[in-house]
C-alpha cells in the first residue's frame, strides 16, 4: 500500500521561510516523479511543483517560481519542498502526491499523502 | 494554462437516483503520446482528494463501478449510476497532460 506523509507544516511569518517533507512507502520512490499539490482554505486545488524519478528536472507554477524550491533524497524516500519568501497566499493545506510515470510532464496524480497545514502570520 | 471548468449539480441529489458531472477543459487534453491525462477526484471535508477514475475511464483499484468517466478532448463528464450517501463531497477533474497541472472549480454533491 502507497503512503505518503507529510511534515513541517506550521506557522510562518510573511517573508519567512518553511521545509516540507514527504516519506514514502510502499512502492519504489525512486521510480516515480512526485509533485506538491495545495489546497487554499476554502478554494480548490493547485498544483505548486513536479520534480522527475532522478531529481534531474522540476518545474514550478509562476506563483512560486524562484521562491520555493522542490528537492527529493531516494536514498531516504524523501521529497521535499523548501519555501522561502512566503506571502499570505500560500497559506494552504499541501499534498504530496505521486505520478504515474518518472518524467516531469503528463501524468497521472495516483496517490495522495494526508497533507499538512501552512499558516502565513506575523 | 489550461483551464478546466465544471458544471453545477442540481442540488440535492435523490439517494438511489442517477448523477452527472461535466468537466470543459480549454485546450485538448490530448497528448503527442495519444493518452488524454483526465482524472476525476473525490474530496470530502477534511481529507485528502480520493482519485476515482483515470484516462477519461479508468476505474482505480477499489472504485465501485457505479462510477463512469466518460469524454473526448475538451469534454468530459463523471457518471453515478445510483447516488449512495458515502458518494457526498465535492468532485474534481484535473488534467495531467501539461504541467501545470489545472482542477475544475470542484462540483459539490448533497443527498
Known amino acids: 500500500e502507497v503512503q505518503l506523509l507529510e511534515s513541517g507544516g506550521g506557522l510562518a511569518q510573511p517573508g519567512g521561510s518553511l521545509r516540507l517533507s514527504c516519506t514514502a512507502s510502499?512502492?519504489?520512490?525512486?521510480?516515480?516523479?512526485m509533485s506538491w499539490v495545495r489546497q487554499r482554505p476554502g478554494r480548490g486545488l493547485e498544483s505548486v511543483s513536479v520534480i522527475s524519478s532522478s531529481g534531474g528536472t522540476t518545474n514550478y507554477v509562476d506563483s512560486v517560481r524562484g521562491r520555493f524550491t522542490i528537492s527529493r533524497d531516494n536514498s531516504k524516500n524523501t521529497l521535499y519542498l523548501q519555501m522561502t519568501r512566503l506571502r499570505s497566499e500560500d497559506a494552504a493545506v499541501y499534498f504530496c502526491a505521486k505520478g504515474s510515470r518518472s518524467i516531469v510532464g503528463a501524468t497521472t496524480i495516483e496517490d495522495w499523502g494526508q497533507g499538512t497545514q501552512v499558516a502565513i502570520s506575523s | 494554462d489550461i483551464v478546466m471548468t465544471q458544471t453545477s449539480l442540481s442540488s440535492p441529489v435523490t439517494l438511489g437516483q442517477p448523477a452527472s458531472i461535466s468537466c470543459r477543459s480549454s485546450h485538448s487534453l490530448v497528448h503527442s503520446d495519444r493518452n488524454t491525462y483526465l482524472t476525476w477526484l473525490h474530496q470530502r471535508p477534511g481529507q485528502p482528494p480520493r482519485p476515482l477514475i483515470y484516462?477519461?475511464?479508468y476505474r482505480f483499484t477499489g472504485v465501485p463501478d457505479r462510477f463512469t468517466g466518460g469524454g473526448a478532448g475538451t469534454d468530459f463528464t463523471l457518471k453515478i449510476s445510483r447516488v449512495e450517501p458515502e458518494d457526498v463531497g465535492v468532485y474534481y477533474c484535473m488534467q495531467g497532460t501539461e504541467f501545470p497541472y489545472t482542477f475544475g472549480q470542484g462540483t459539490k454533491l448533497e443527498v
Open positions: 510502499g512502492f519504489i520512490f525512486s521510480n516515480f516523479a
Open positions: 484516462k477519461i475511464f
